[in-house]
């Protein structure tokens, strides 16, 4: 977790991930933590630093404190995307966030719903050239006992069903091809991916 890290993708309301290199905003924002997890980092055309604390009971890390600069970047898209970018930091996007390293050079940082965040990679993200995770697949969708999981050749290391209030229903790290849902209630639910590539998230309805 200590290092240098580069902004790759936000991921928002459950979507597909918003890569950095396809919104106006500058490349490599970088995120970078020391040994005593103070950290620091550069915006658009602003820096930011701040404190890490880590929770044993979550075994995750939350940030108790953070400052940013304030001067004009001189476009609004730049502008908007600091403001994006920082919200994550500040609590302006929710009452917390968590730090969730994923190994392969990944770094998840997580607000409290499920789907939004912010991911981070190891070295200069550049662009994709490689199978992205969204390829990842389910189906059918309504379905009534199974749901299939086409992975696309991704590996993925553990798979979570939340409903839409947050609440986690189950976690599997042994994913199968094939998940009994038949006995979840009907409604929406959302799946959550943890891959070797990152987090990706899958809507599903249950009748």
């Not at 600069?69 to 500040?90: I, M």
């Not at 390293?101 to 070295?123: A, H, K, R, V, W």
Request: some cysteine.
């Amino acid at each position: 977790m200590v290092g240098t890290w580069y902004l790759k993708a936000f991921t928002v309301d459950l979507g597909d991930p918003e890569y950095i290199t396809a919104i106006d905003a500058p490349q490599n924002p970088t995120f970078t933590i020391h040994p005593d997890y103070s950290f620091e980092g550069l915006g658009a055309c602003n820096t930011f630093s701040g404190q890490l604390v880590y929770d044993g009971v979550e075994e995750v890390y939350y940030h108790e404190s953070f400052a940013n600069g304030v001067e004009d970047c001189g476009t609004p898209g730049y502008n908007d995307f600091e403001t994006q970018y920082f919200c994550h930091f500040n609590d302006g996007c929710g009452l917390y966030l968590r730090y969730v390293p994923l190994g392969n050079g990944i770094l998840y940082l997580e607000l409290p719903s499920p789907g939004f965040g912010m991911e981070f990679q190891d070295t200069p993200f550049l662009g994709l050239n490689e199978t992205p995770i969204t390829a990842i697949t389910v189906f059918p969708t309504p379905t009534v006992n199974k749901l299939q999981l086409n992975p696309q050749h991704i590996e993925i290391k553990s798979l979570s069903i939340y409903t839409l209030s947050g609440q986690k229903i189950m976690t599997l790290y042994d994913v199968p091809e094939s998940i009994d849902v038949s006995a979840l209630q009907s409604g929406l639910y959302v799946l959550e991916f943890v891959t070797d590539k990152g987090k990706t998230f899958k809507k599903f309805i249950k009748k």
